[in-house]
């Protein structure tokens, strides 16, 4: 297993340009402006394969959506309004895409993902359905605002388990970066 620089998500000694291509890379603000033009990007990129291309957004979606709930680092936009900051990567290795979602989260946040992470990989794909159902019975007999399925959607698109990395910057904060692996 390979070790990383804590800051970044992607080294030099990770790519070789033979064998995989970096189709989108962003690094900034998760506004509403921001995901509609990597929206229409993905679905600019990947146009001649519909059926990859909706898995991807719809990932991209998700995991767009745990940067917005999670992020720390954010810019200030106004007075009252805060745009969570994150990084998005999606690279192709011949029939596999990689999508990296990845930002400055408080602890909590690194935990809970990390504790989901975890249950699904050690859960068979076959469960995943039952599992995102008891959360989400759950969720409503608690009355929370969310039930915290996405990652389990996410893991049933992608057909596989999210990769998770977490590296704790101090005791209030960690970069945690999630990748899709998606078949085409």
Same mark, same amino acid.
């Given at each position: 297993?390979?070790?990383?620089h804590?800051?970044?998500?992607? !080294?030099?000694? #990770?790519?070789?340009?033979? #064998?995989?291509t ?7 603000a ?15 990129k ?5 059926? /990859?291309?909706?898995k991807?957004?719809?990932i ?14 954010c ?6 309004h805060?745009d969570? /900051?994150? !990084?998005?990567m999606l690279?192709?290795?011949? #029939? !596999? ?10 602890r ?14 050690? !859960? ?7 599992m ?8 409503l007999?608690k009355g929370w #605002?969310g039930?915290?399925?996405g ?5 049933i ?8 990395q /977490?590296?704790h910057?101090?005791?209030? /904060? ?10 085409a």
């Amino acid at each position: 297993m390979r070790t990383m620089h804590p800051f970044l998500i992607y !080294t030099p000694e #990770d790519y070789s340009p033979t #064998d995989e291509t970096i189709l989108l890379y962003y690094h900034g603000a998760f506004d509403a402006a921001s995901l509609a033009a990597i929206g229409e990007e993905l679905k600019q990129k990947l146009q001649d394969q519909p059926q /990859v291309s909706w898995k991807i957004f719809a990932i991209f979606i998700e995991l767009a959506q745990n940067i917005m709930r999670y992020a720390e680092e954010c810019n200030i936009c106004t007075r009252q309004h805060l745009d969570a /900051v994150g !990084t998005c990567m999606l690279r192709q290795q011949g #029939d !596999t895409y990689r999508l990296t979602m990845a930002n400055i989260t408080n602890r909590e946040g690194c935990e809970f993902v990390q504790t989901r992470c975890a249950e699904i990989a050690q !859960t068979s794909p076959q469960e995943w359905r039952k599992m995102k159902g008891r959360l989400r019975k759950e969720a409503l007999a608690k009355g929370w #605002d969310g039930a915290g399925i996405g990652l389990i959607q996410t893991a049933i698109w992608a057909e596989n388990p999210l990769e998770l990395q /977490v590296y704790h910057v101090n005791d209030k /904060v960690g970069l945690m970066s999630l990748v899709a692996n998606i078949k085409a």
